[in-house]
């Protein structure tokens, strides 16, 4: 079976371009995951490569099957220049690391929390998973491999997370909306949730 990394490698830079930066972390038990930086214009974005080496399995499963299943990157989209958002390639490590470390399956409408700051001072403690396919398309593989799917991450301070437990990803997509939020700004205040 073919390595998936290399063609997920090139699906990234075809849609966004060549990395300027990147970076690797290997958490005990885990494959290595690595980062990547691309810069567009005033946005930076982050996007893990490794996550998607093996399939996402199903917590409830009593054996991870390595052949089927689920398959993602996670693509993290901020303003660049305006906060030391560099930091967050440790977390977008944990993160992609976590189906494996945790047994978890990312899909659009879940969300991660971190446990504190996505990067230093940030006013973000964790991300809801958007819809993938607007920015990088889906890397179709050989059957009976699924897909690759990027996952864009939006930013939730403690505030809209809490609000989004509650009330699910549409209404606080609608909120955001409603509001004009720039999910990229990385300094942004929460939205109205009154």
């Given at each position: ?12 830079r075809s ?95 879940g969300s ?83």
């Amino acid at each position: 079976m073919a390595d998936v990394l290399p063609l997920v490698e090139a699906r990234l830079r075809s849609a966004l371009g060549e990395p300027d930066a990147r970076a690797a972390v290997t958490f005990l038990g885990t494959d290595r995951i690595e980062v990547l930086r691309f810069r567009e214009g005033d946005v930076v974005r982050y996007a893990t490569l490794g996550m998607s080496a093996q399939p996402m399995a199903d917590p409830a499963a009593l054996l991870a099957d390595p052949v089927l299943g689920p398959r993602a990157e996670l693509v993290l989209s901020v303003r660049a220049g305006v906060a030391d958002t560099d930091q967050v390639l440790r977390t977008l490590a944990v993160l992609a690391a976590s189906p494996q470390v945790e047994g978890v399956v990312l899909a659009p409408g879940g969300s991660l929390d971190v446990g504190g700051p996505l990067w230093p001072g940030a006013p973000f403690t964790s991300v809801l998973v958007a819809e993938p396919g607007g920015l990088v398309e889906d890397l179709e593989l050989d059957a009976p491999l699924e897909p690759v799917r990027f996952l864009p991450l939006l930013p939730m301070t403690p505030n809209e997370a809490a609000w989004k437990r509650v009330h699910g990803a549409g209404a606080l997509h609608e909120r955001w909306l409603e509001s004009g939020t720039d999910l990229r700004d990385p300094s942004r205040r929460s939205v109205p949730l009154e």
